[in-house]
């Protein structure tokens, strides 16, 4: 798929290369139905009684045969509600792992295997357990991009969009607050409660400079800027809104602006554009794509994880069950 002109302002059809949005990649459609391997998404879909969930940071060509395309949360509360056996998670493992958190009976599937998360890899649960023992009356308040793991060793979690809410919401004056020091530091901002953030950091929105905004702003100055809260404090001072990737896109549709400027990676624009085909959206970096996100680069591969029923996305027991007291407990709050 080619973006529209205003997507890529400044920096060209690089930028649309490296988020791995070529022609070529592009899969065959007749009507609203696309064609795998000559079997349209609808067949292959009921022959396995399954369903498809697409991140808003997948490649246009996944989020258009996807049942459902939103956040991370959303995806693995649509999978829990689903009556079908097989879940496809287009995302990364984390994601799928929470589906499988939240509905341990179905098949959970994840295209690309190595999809991975490096937020996610910063924390490691020993170093936890010793940051919990030296705050033994805190609370432990993971972000969802996490593994199963580190949600088991958690008390509660919480989603880019509901941290403040979810922080707010604990008897606890001290939150030991993990793996995001980015969003710690901006729940901080909200909070009377002492924040210890962990330190470790999403490298595609922590890349963003403010040097980027500055130039974003001479090139669109009438421009709204949008932010994800995993962004810098300095980023996200300067911008005129730091939210989640659903918070952004509501923020757009509904705003009597007609020009935005996005801080989030870059295969949210596709989504941005679909709700809002008046407005322009403009990305804040060219830094902003995620190459774990883009390794689901194209339809054969959603195609061939069905028909083979792998990479197939399992979590241990012991571990799931804890984890799962964690998210149902957000979930109840929110």
């Known amino acids: ?8 302002p400044i920096f060209g059809e690089l930028a649309a290369i490296l988020c791995g949005v070529l022609e070529s990649n592009k899969p065959f459609k007749t009507g609203n139905s696309v064609l795998l391997g000559g079997e349209t998404v609808e067949g292959i879909k009921r022959r396995y009684n399954a369903l498809i ?17 939103g956040d991370s949360l959303e995806l693995s509360c649509k999978a829990a509600e689903s009556n079908k056996d097989v879940i496809v998670f287009c995302g990364v ?18 295209p690309a295997a190595g999809a991975g998360c490096p937020l996610a890899d910063k924390a490691d649960v020993e170093e936890l357990r010793k940051v919990k023992s030296l705050y033994p009356g805190a609370a432990v308040v993971c972000y969802v991009n996490s593994s199963a793991e ?34 710690a530091r901006w729940v ?26 500055h130039r974003m702003k001479k090139a669109a100055p009438d421009a709204e800027i949008l932010v994800h809260p995993e962004c810098s404090p300095e980023v996200i001072d300067a911008a005129d809104l730091a939210a989640s990737t659903s918070g952004i896109i509501r923020y757009s549709r509904e705003s009597d602006k007609k020009r935005f400027i996005i801080g989030t990676e870059v295969g949210i624009l596709h989504r ?14 060219p830094g902003l794509v995620c190459p774990d996100m883009k390794l689901t680069a194209d339809v054969d591969m959603v195609r061939n994880c069905l028909e083979n029923k792998t990479p197939e996305i399992d979590v241990q027991e012991d ?6 007291n964690a998210v149902s407990k957000m979930l109840e709050i929110i």
């Open 93 to 110: 493992k984390f994601m799928a792992e929470t589906a499988k958190i939240l509905s341990p009976e179905k098949t959970i599937l994840l």
């Open 188 to 213: 901080a901002g909200q909070t009377d409660k002492k924040i210890i953030p962990w330190e470790g950091n999403c490298p595609i929105h922590n890349r963003v400079l403010i040097s980027d905004i």
């Open 272 to 285: 941005l554009q679909e709700q809002s085909p008046e407005k322009e959206f403009f990305i804040l970096s």
């Open 53 to 69: 969930l697409a991140h808003n940071y997948q490649i246009p060509e996944i989020q258009e045969i996807a049942d459902y395309v």
């Open 150 to 183: 580190i949600k088991a060793e958690s008390d509660i979690c919480c989603t880019s969009s509901n941290a403040a809410a979810i922080v707010n919401s604990l008897e606890e004056e001290e939150i030991i607050f993990v793996p995001d020091g980015n969003l």
């Open 1 to 8: 798929m080619v973006y529209p002109k205003p997507v890529w």
């Open 319 to 324: 571990i799931r069950v804890k984890a799962f």
